[in-house]
């Protein structure tokens, strides 16, 4: 079976920071490009960042310069590091893993508040 685990969130207050881990099984990991998503709320679930087979990674411009996006190929695991973090980053996190299929993991809350 297809498996991504995300872990690391929880609460911090503005400015701080937060590394997200998402570990897959069950796929051949390094033939999937993966993401981050995210959903507050009320919102739609949004693009958060990607990250290729290659390592070459894409962030939406909310993020771009505060979160980095990582995978280790030999662990089967993709990163999301998130500093100066803002109360609009509040919300439900997941994992996605893109190929010619798609697979979502369970996801992990991030809340941001003072």
């Known amino acids: 079976q297809v498996q991504l685990v995300e872990s690391g969130g929880g609460l911090v207050q503005p400015g701080g920071s937060l590394r997200l881990a998402c570990a897959a099984s069950?796929?051949?990991?390094?033939?999937?490009?993966m993401g981050w998503y995210r959903q507050a709320p009320g919102k739609q679930r949004e693009l958060v960042a990607t990250?290729?087979?290659?390592?070459?990674?894409n962030y939406t411009d909310s993020v771009k310069g505060r979160f980095t996006i990582s995978r280790d190929n030999a662990k089967n695991t993709v990163y999301l590091q998130m500093n100066s973090l803002k109360s609009e980053d509040t919300a439900v996190y997941y994992c996605?893993?893109?190929?010619?299929?798609?697979?979502w993991g369970q996801g992990t809350q991030v809340t941001v508040s003072s």
């Open positions: 996605r893993a893109n190929a010619l299929r798609r697979y």
């Open positions: 069950g796929i051949v990991f390094s033939g999937y490009t």
């Open positions: 990250i290729t087979s290659g390592g070459s990674p």
